[in-house]
């Protein structure tokens, strides 16, 4: 009999989750097997990186959609439905359809759970979808995010074409480490022989990882700031324009509806991946504006709600914080800004509450249903010592939470001057802005 979407949902969530992690591609590299290995019908464009994954996914699958490629698209994790994982010319999968892709793949998962020590975890799972799925479809790329690391992570049994390699530093150090150069050696992994690699900005010691590897493969590799780049970027209404010098052209004057000088990094990155995907040929002009000015990156400084304005923001390690916090400084003037953070336990939550301090007015400490989420007093005992006890409230339900940050930015007490200007962001983890996005009305992307 054929399963519904809430049985698949509960058959995905029953696996291992996606933070119990065990080196090993053998499991998902057997699914794929039975598969007729889907992965290597397509090309792929493959990501990793510590931020700007998903953005740069969803960049780089609007230029191929434009330059009238068929386009699938795996993404993690996801904010509001499992459906927004693996996407087909730019749409998340109906439910109707992410249930046959579950179906297609339930019986040769099983015969792996059958024959390996561990049986497959969500994570492969799911990846093996998208894979099957994508040969389907078919697609003519695949645009392809990591979950984690790169060298061992389930997407890897796929090579690609291109390797987009973001900014790295130090996120899931629980699972990765806190030696950024061992975590770029674990991310330089997805780079495979002949590739071309795209690598955002990085510090020397990372770059000097990746170049390495990109010699011993024979890879070739462009970086930004050297081979590519952002010439120009400011702000405008409702986004940003900015100028880019690609690999083969400079693009002048794109709009881009998203906020943040990183996005505009990611824009310059995306840009290098496809002119490398199409052997190195500049975009036409017309193709690289229309895909820029539609493109979207939900739950990432996404604006869901005006007066109060409320910011909804994934940031949930040190160098994500830092880039929103720039972002919002640099884009808006909020008087005040009030906090609602929820974070993972397992995360470096005291500096991202430092990196926040000089942004808000007042913080708003809760937590987010998973049981990795920090409790909204631990969090707000940490918060005390940071901001102050008189800017700190505590509401562990997030739609108390919510409501009590809207009412603060309302009611803009000590801003009277300022008042109705007044905004609130939503951050600290991609569940948080996911249950966030779903109490405010937000639909899944």
């Known amino acids: 009999m054929r399963p519904t979407y809430p049985e698949v949902e509960q058959a995905l969530l029953g696996r291992w989750p996606e933070t119990k992690l065990d080196p090993s591609l053998d499991r998902i590299r057997a699914l794929c097997q039975l598969l007729g290995d889907p992965q290597a019908g397509y090309p792929v464009i493959h990501l990793t990186g510590t931020n700007g994954k998903t953005s740069m996914a969803r960049m780089i699958d609007a230029l191929l959609r ?103 530093g130090v996120d899931h150090a629980a699972y990765l480490g806190d030696d950024v150069v061992a975590i770029a050696g674990e991310k330089a992994g997805i780079i495979k022989p002949g590739a071309q690699v795209v690598v955002a900005r990085q510090d020397a010691a990372v770059l000097d990882v ?154 708003v400490c809760t937590q987010n249903s998973t049981p990795r989420s920090m409790r909204a007093d631990e969090l707000a005992e940490l918060a005390d010592g940071i901001f102050g006890s008189d800017r700190v409230i505590v509401a562990p339900r997030l739609d108390d939470a919510l409501e009590r940050a809207i009412a603060l930015a309302e009611t803009a007490e000590g801003y009277e001057e300022a008042l109705g200007s007044g905004g609130v962001l939503v951050t600290g983890s991609v569940v948080t802005v996911g249950e966030a996005r ?7 992307q």
């Not at 060298?151 to 390699?165: C, E, K, L, P, S």
């Not at 462009?222 to 324009?241: K, L, M, P, S």
């Open 66 to 168: 434009q330059l009238e490629l068929r386009t699938g698209r795996f993404t993690s994790p996801h904010l509001q439905s499992m459906t927004e994982r693996i996407s087909i010319d730019g749409e998340p999968m109906a439910e109707e359809a992410f249930v046959d892709a579950f179906a297609d793949v339930a019986a040769y998962a099983q015969i792996v759970d059958d024959s390996q020590e561990h049986p497959l975890s969500f994570f492969e799972m799911t990846v093996g979808m998208a894979y099957a799925a994508f040969a389907d479809a078919p697609v003519d790329v695949a645009v392809v995010e990591v979950g984690m690391g790169g060298a061992w992570d389930a997407t890897n049994v796929a090579d690609g074409a291109v390797a987009v390699i973001g900014p790295i």
């Open 210 to 363: 990746l170049a390495r590897r990109a010699a011993e493969v024979g890879a070739t590799m462009v970086v930004e700031g050297t081979d590519f780049g952002v010439i120009e970027q400011f702000t405008a209404v409702g986004g940003q324009q900015v100028t880019i010098q690609g690999l083969a052209a400079t693009y002048d004057d794109l709009f881009v509806p998203l906020h943040g000088a990183h996005q505009a990094q990611n824009v310059a990155c995306a840009i290098a991946a496809v002119e490398s995907f199409l052997g190195g040929k500049a975009l036409p002009a017309d193709v690289v504006l229309a895909a820029f000015a539609d493109v979207t990156s939900p739950g990432r400084l996404e604006i869901v709600r005006r007066s109060p304005t409320v910011i909804l923001d994934a940031a949930h390690n040190p160098h994500g914080v830092a880039a929103t916090v720039a972002a919002i400084q640099d884009n808006f003037n909020f008087a005040p800004l009030i906090g609602v953070v929820a974070v993972m336990a397992d995360k470096d939550v005291e500096r991202i509450l430092e990196l926040l301090d000089p942004a808000l007015a007042q913080v």
């Open 438 to 444: 779903v109490l405010l009305g937000g639909e899944p």
